[in-house]
Structures are given as C-alpha cells and as structure tokens.
C-alpha cells in the first residue's frame, strides 16, 4: 500500500508514575488501492437455489475486503479504472476461477481456480477472499482465521453460566465449544489452532483446619482439543489455575497459579507437568502473555501499589523486571502483537476502561479507544493489523450490553461482529 502518512490518534509519553505528556500527531492522510469485485459470471445452467449461492459468495468477499478499509477502496464498476479487478466465473459449481487483474502491472495479474465446498458456501467464499488477498499483497488474510470467546447466554435466573464458543473473524457461524453449566473464563488459542486452554470455576471439597468437610470454589485449568472434542484436566492446585496462555512452539504453557497463597506466575511443560516458578513477589502477578521468540513475557502486576503492565526475561525468577505501563489508575490483560514488538492492554480511565497499545520496550504509549463505552481485552489478529476487543455500553442501571468489535492497529472501528448472543467475553483471536 502507498502510505503517505501513518495514522496516530494520540501519542503518549510517560514522564513519570502519575505525570503524562499528552502530544496530538495528527490525522492519517492514506493513498488506498480501489478494488472492484465484479458481479460474479455463470456459465453453466444453474437453479435459482444455486445462483443464490453464487450471489452470496460475491457478498461475502465485497463484505471481507470491507474490514481491510485502511488498505482498499471498494468501488463499483462504473467508477472507472480501479488498481484491482477482481472477476469470477463460474463455469460448473464444482470451481470457480477467479482473475485478479492489476491495472498498474499487467504482469502481476493472475488467475487460479478454488474448489467449491457446495456444503459450505461461507468457508468457499472466505478461502476465494484470501486467495484474492495473497495474490494481491503476498501475504494471508484474516479472511481464514476464528475468534474464540465466553458469552453468558446459557445463564439462568437464578444461575450465571459462562461457556465457550467460536465464529469466524467476521462473526458467522457461533459455535458452542462446552457444556460446562459452570463459569469458564480466560481462553488461549494453542500456535497450531488445534487446542484451548480454559479455566472453570467449580466446586471443590477439601478438608479444613478444624477436619471437617467443606465444599469451596475452585478455578481448574483444562485443555480442549478442537479436533477430538476431548477436554483434559491440566491443574487443579488448590486457589487459581488460570489465565493459561500456550509458548510459542506448544510445548509450554505459562498462568497464575494461588496455591502458595500468593498469585505468581509460573511455566508448566504439557508433557511432564513440570511447574517452575517464573515471579517471585509478595504482591500479585496474575495475566501472563510470551512474545513469538520465547524470550520476554509481559505481565499484571500490583507491585507498585496498583495493577500495571511489566515485561520480564522468562528464562529465570524474577529475571530482568520492568514496568512499562504508567496511565490510568490500573491496568488489565497485556498482549503482544503477532511480531512481538507492541502489546496492547486496557487502562481505567475516566470510570471506564479504555484499550491502549505500548511497544514493548515502554515507548510510544498510543490511546486506541476513547468515547467507545468501556472496552477490554484487546487480541491482536495474526496478522498484526487488526485488534478485536469487548466493549460494554450500559443502557440503564439494571441493563448493559456486551459485544465484539474489531479495530484497526490505528483505533478505528471497523466493525461490530457480535450482536444478541449475550454478554460476550474475552475474544481470543486464532493464530
């Protein structure tokens, strides 16, 4: 893309623990490549119920390519000569070849055909966006990728149940993951998309000081393989097993376990179950998350005196330590980018939590969400374009709504993709 100038909407810069220099960069100005996805064409004889189908597919590539709005201007063909035309035909229902043509550079055109999923036509028309998407840039889309989520729309009357489910990026096709009738919280995606890792708030019996049996609450960690839908316990120390998140090569999970009385973080090798302790400290560490290279791990942690982001060296106990986060009263949820080199995460301010992203060393603090209700945990896509988070709007003292919504890196809001399915939690963004 032909950038002229990067959008910032705020820059930040702390200057001490409750002192910020708020600095105004300015506005985007973007040159955007325009695409035209023609109107598909139909060379064979076709039902109505099939040419439906066909019509859909060219909906939804209008509707993928519409999230990457800071890179292209969709255009109707009658707006002239766009840097992208993008024609599909249809000579059978089996495959449909599509040409991307390059306007600028006839030579970087290109055609190839996809195999049509008549069972699926949402999954046909995603892999065709994404086809479009790496002949067009060179690289994958976020048109394939899954967001993982808890929403509470199982809860009853007199019971509030959270459970797991999955979509796709853009929102279609939810899909309920558990059958808990608990409180599940806190899921991560495994490198390979193949696994989560949850935590549950169960009961647990255990014996008290005085020897009588007692019945308290419990947060188990366990493990979901998407594949053979098969869940396994992972830790069920007395307290906290949770805020699990996976290494980079799968091996190693990282989480806050409270057995000792106290929340620190510690690493759990999935095949030996071996724990070694990674903080160390009498006040809390609680929301661990690895960058890719395996060699900084960002976390929560009330050792100022409030909750603040800290990054360490993982290959030790309380190795390398360093706080990067100095705004608003607390802090919550850090996450790294998919390259490692920022992390985003939600500060209270204002009454409200606002989403925030940092490099990773402490520089170039960046505001994303302001005048939004209260937004939280915040996911970087695979890609590193894009950011999905909650956001929750209060109607009325007894009333509040909670949905997904996806941004750009920059903070603008491309769209909400949840909508009536409960108060939804903790998006998780595939890799």
Same mark, same amino acid.
């Given at each position: 893309?032909? %950038?002229?100038?990067?959008?910032?909407?705020?820059?930040?810069?702390?200057?001490?623990?409750?002192?910020?220099?708020?600095?105004?960069?300015?506005?985007?100005?973007?040159?955007?490549?325009?695409?035209? %996805?023609?109107?598909?064409?139909?060379?064979?004889?076709?039902?109505?119920?099939?040419?439906?189908?066909?019509?859909?597919?060219?909906?939804?590539?209008?509707?993928?390519?519409?999230?990457?709005?800071?890179?292209?201007?969709?255009?109707?063909?009658?707006?002239?000569?766009?840097?992208?035309?993008?024609?599909?035909?249809?000579?059978?229902?089996?495959?449909?070849?599509?040409?991307?043509?390059?306007?600028?550079?006839?030579?970087?055109?290109?055609?190839?055909?996809?195999?049509?999923?008549?069972?699926?036509?949402?999954?046909?028309?995603?892999?065709?966006?994404?086809?479009?998407?790496?002949?067009?840039?060179?690289?994958?889309?976020?048109?394939?990728?899954?967001?993982?989520?808890?929403?509470?729309? #199982?809860?009853?009357?007199?019971?509030?149940?959270?459970?797991?489910?999955?979509?796709?990026?853009?929102?279609?096709?939810?899909?309920?993951?558990?059958?808990?009738?608990?409180?599940?919280?806190?899921?991560? %995606?495994?490198?390979?998309?193949?696994?989560?890792?949850?935590?549950?708030?169960?009961?647990?019996?255990k014996r008290s000081s005085r020897g009588a049996v007692i019945k308290v609450k419990n947060i188990n960690l366990y493990l979901l393989d998407l594949k053979t839908k098969k869940t396994t316990l992972i830790s069920e120390v007395d307290g906290m097993n949770s805020g699990a998140v996976f290494s980079a090569d799968g091996k190693d999970i990282f989480l806050t376990l409270t057995h000792t009385k106290n929340a620190d973080?510690?690493?759990?090798?999935?095949?030996?179950?071996?724990?070694?302790?990674?903080?160390?400290?009498?006040?809390?560490? #609680?929301?661990?998350?690895?960058?890719?290279?395996?060699?900084?791990?960002?976390?929560?942690?009330?050792?100022?005196?409030?909750?603040?982001?800290?990054?360490?060296?993982?290959?030790?106990?309380?190795?390398? #330590?360093?706080?990067?986060?100095?705004?608003?009263?607390?802090?919550?949820?850090?996450?790294?980018?998919?390259?490692?080199?920022?992390?985003?995460?939600?500060?209270?301010?204002?009454?409200?939590?606002?989403?925030?992203?940092?490099?990773?060393?402490?520089?170039?603090?960046?505001?994303?969400?302001?005048?939004?209700?209260?937004?939280?945990?915040?996911?970087?896509?695979?890609?590193?374009?894009?950011?999905?988070?909650?956001?929750?709007? #209060?109607?009325?003292?007894?009333?509040?709504?909670?949905?997904?919504?996806?941004?750009?890196?920059?903070?603008?809001?491309?769209?909400?993709?949840?909508?009536?399915?409960?108060?939804?939690?903790?998006?998780?963004?595939?890799?």
């Amino acid at each position: 893309m032909k %950038i002229i100038l990067l959008m910032m909407m705020m820059l930040f810069q702390a200057q001490a623990q409750d002192s910020l220099t708020v600095v105004a960069v300015g506005e985007a100005e973007i040159e955007k490549d325009s695409l035209i %996805i023609a109107k598909p064409k139909v060379s064979f004889k076709a039902s109505p119920k099939i040419f439906q189908e066909i019509k859909e597919i060219g909906e939804i590539l209008k509707s993928d390519f519409s999230f990457y709005k800071h890179k292209f201007s969709l255009e109707k063909p009658s707006d002239g000569k766009p840097t992208y035309n993008i024609k599909l035909e249809f000579k059978s229902f089996n495959s449909v070849s599509v040409e991307v043509i390059n306007n600028m550079n006839s030579v970087r055109s290109s055609s190839f055909n996809v195999p049509v999923d008549a069972r699926n036509i949402i999954t046909t028309a995603h892999t065709v966006s994404n086809k479009i998407y790496e002949a067009i840039a060179g690289e994958k889309s976020i048109f394939l990728s899954k967001i993982v989520f808890v929403s509470d729309r #199982v809860s009853t009357r007199k019971e509030i149940r959270k459970e797991l489910y999955i979509m796709d990026f853009d929102g279609r096709r939810k899909q309920r993951l558990t059958y808990t009738n608990s409180m599940i919280i806190s899921p991560a %995606i495994s490198p390979d998309n193949s696994k989560i890792l949850y935590s549950a708030i169960e009961n647990k019996w255990k014996r008290s000081s005085r020897g009588a049996v007692i019945k308290v609450k419990n947060i188990n960690l366990y493990l979901l393989d998407l594949k053979t839908k098969k869940t396994t316990l992972i830790s069920e120390v007395d307290g906290m097993n949770s805020g699990a998140v996976f290494s980079a090569d799968g091996k190693d999970i990282f989480l806050t376990l409270t057995h000792t009385k106290n929340a620190d973080i510690y690493k759990i090798n999935l095949k030996t179950k071996k724990r070694t302790k990674i903080t160390s400290h009498f006040l809390d560490d #609680v929301d661990p998350h690895i960058n890719k290279d395996g060699n900084l791990l960002t976390f929560l942690s009330g050792r100022s005196g409030r909750a603040m982001i800290y990054t360490l060296d993982p290959t030790g106990v309380e190795k390398s #330590v360093k706080r990067i986060s100095y705004v608003g009263k607390f802090n919550a949820a850090p996450k790294f980018s998919p390259d490692g080199s920022q992390i985003t995460f939600s500060s209270w301010v204002d009454d409200k939590f606002d989403i925030y992203k940092i490099d990773s060393n402490g520089q170039n603090l960046v505001r994303l969400t302001k005048n939004f209700g209260s937004n939280e945990e915040a996911n970087f896509s695979p890609d590193g374009q894009f950011i999905v988070f909650s956001s929750q709007k #209060v109607i009325n003292r007894k009333k509040a709504i909670q949905n997904i919504y996806i941004m750009n890196v920059e903070g603008e809001i491309i769209k909400k993709v949840s909508s009536n399915y409960g108060k939804i939690f903790t998006p998780r963004w595939s890799n």
